[in-house]
C-alpha cells in the first residue's frame, strides 16, 4: 500500500532537501500532519514567501530583505576593510560574533574546475566593480581552509594583486563557519581574523 497522494508528494520534496534521507523525510511529515494545522499553513506560507521576500543584497550579494543589506545600509561600518567569504553563513557566523566592523562580499561559492565552477560563475566580476568604487584598504580573504577554499584564495590573490590591491590577508587558521556557532566557536573566529596574514 502506498501513501496518500499529498503525503507522498510531501515526503518527496522533503527527502529533495540537503541532509534529509528518506527516512527523516517520512518522520517530519508525519510530525506535520500530527501538528496544529494553523501552525503547518504558517510554516508552509513562510517557506513559500522565501524567493519573494528574501533577495541577494545588490553590493554584497548578503541575503536581505531590502535593495541593501543591514551592512551595508550601515553608515557606521568600515569601507576600508572588505571580507570576501564564500557563502552568506559565513557573513552570519562572522557578524554574530559581533568583532568585525568591515564590509563584506560573498561569492557564491567556491572555484572547482572539476565541477565547472569557473570565476564568472561567482560573484568575482561584481566584486572588480565595487573595488572600482569603495576606498578599500584591505582585502580579507576568508574562503575555507579547503583544497577548494584555498586554490580559490590563491585565484584571487593573484587577481587582486594584478588589479593594483597590495594588502590582501587571510584568517590565521580556518573560521569556523556554520548556523549555530557556540561561543568558543566565536572566540576562535575572533582569534583567526584579528590574527590575519598578509597574503
Ligand atoms: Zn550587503
Redesign the pocket.
Known sequence: MRYARPLQHVIDELSRLPGIGPKSAQRLAFHLLRRNPAEVQALGEAIAALPQTVRR??????Y?EAD??????DPARDRSVLCLVAEAADLMALERANDYRG??HVLGGLLSPLHGVGPDDLMIPQLMGRLARLPVEEIIIATPPSVEGDATAEYLRQVLAAAGHTRLTRPALGLPVGAELDYDDQVTLIRALQGRREM
Not at 543584497?57 to 548578503?62: S, T, V
Not at 541593501?68 to 545600509?73: F, I
Open positions: 543584497c545588490q553590493e554584497c550579494f548578503n536581505s541593501l543589506c543591514p551592512v551595508c545600509a564590509l563584506y
